[in-house]
T-cell receptor
Framework: DTAVSQTPKYLVTQMGNDKSIKCEQN?????MYWYKQDSKKFLKIMFS???????INETVPNRFSPKSPDKAHLNLHINSLELGDSAVYFC????????????FGSGTQLSVL | GDSVTQMEGPVTLSEEAFLTINCTYT??????LFWYVQYPGEGLQLLLK???ADDKGSNKGFEATYRKETTSFHLEKGSVQVSDSAVYFC???????????WGAGTKLIIKP
């Protein structure tokens, strides 16, 4: 029973398209995150939600819009995809806001052609 | 700003060898330090952590000691197994919002 699951695992699409990545956690955590891992493996936080409220919004193009319908779900919608959006996107969750112990999904590899 | 530097990989060792993966950091104040591990096809998971100077985190035979004087948090294991093959990430909790600042990850390959 996967704790943090994200779909799809792979996403290949054309420039200019709109796509979504879904994330769900069954750990009862209050906080969820989206991270982007670039080609050099650096992880960078994009967004953080606590109980459906946005608490961290790093410098991310507004083509990226997170949506949290409830505290167990945090989806990421990306409009007008660009080549530079190609990366691995990780969803994560934690029981508090303090980044003490994060549980990650297995990642979504996005390739924009 | 705060940053984490890890040794570049891949690191290739034979089974039962001694492992060290270097991690150094730059931070203001006294950050908490973490090692996360990512096994093939899985998400990252917390391996160990240390919250203050001279603390030693340990788990699954891995250890790391928070060294303030050398701003380091090197990961060690006395005898590695093939199942330890993974990517290891060092991180500190600092920066704005006390978020995690990550190293680039070090890929470890253990050969039987």
């Amino acid at each position: 029973d996967t704790a943090v699951s994200q779909t799809p695992k792979y996403l290949v699409t054309q420039m200019g398209n709109d796509k979504s990545i879904k994330c769900e956690q069954n750990l009862g955590h209050d906080t969820m995150y989206w991270y982007k891992q670039d080609s050099k493996k650096f992880l960078k936080i994009m967004f953080s939600y606590n109980n459906k409220e946005l608490i961290i919004n790093e410098t991310v193009p507004n083509r990226f819009s997170p949506k949290s319908p409830d505290k167990a779900h945090l989806n990421l919608h990306i409009n007008s995809l660009e080549l530079g959006d190609s990366a691995v996107y990780f969803c994560a969750s934690s029981s508090g806001q303090g980044f003490e112990k994060l549980f990650f999904g297995s990642g979504t590899q996005l390739s924009v052609l | 700003g705060d940053s984490v530097t890890q040794m570049e990989g891949p690191v290739t060792l034979s089974e039962e060898a001694f492992l060290t993966i270097n991690c150094t950091y730059t931070a203001t104040g006294y950050p908490s330090l973490f090692w996360y591990v990512q096994y093939p096809g899985e998400g990252l998971q917390l391996l160990l952590k240390a919250t203050k100077a001279d603390d030693k985190g340990s788990n699954k035979g891995f250890e790391a000691t928070y060294r303030k004087e050398t701003t380091s948090f090197h990961l060690e294991k006395g005898s590695v197994q093939v199942s330890d093959s993974a990517v290891y990430f060092c991180a500190l909790r600092g920066g704005s919002n006390y978020q995690l600042i990550w190293g680039a990850g070090t890929k470890l390959i253990i050969k039987p």
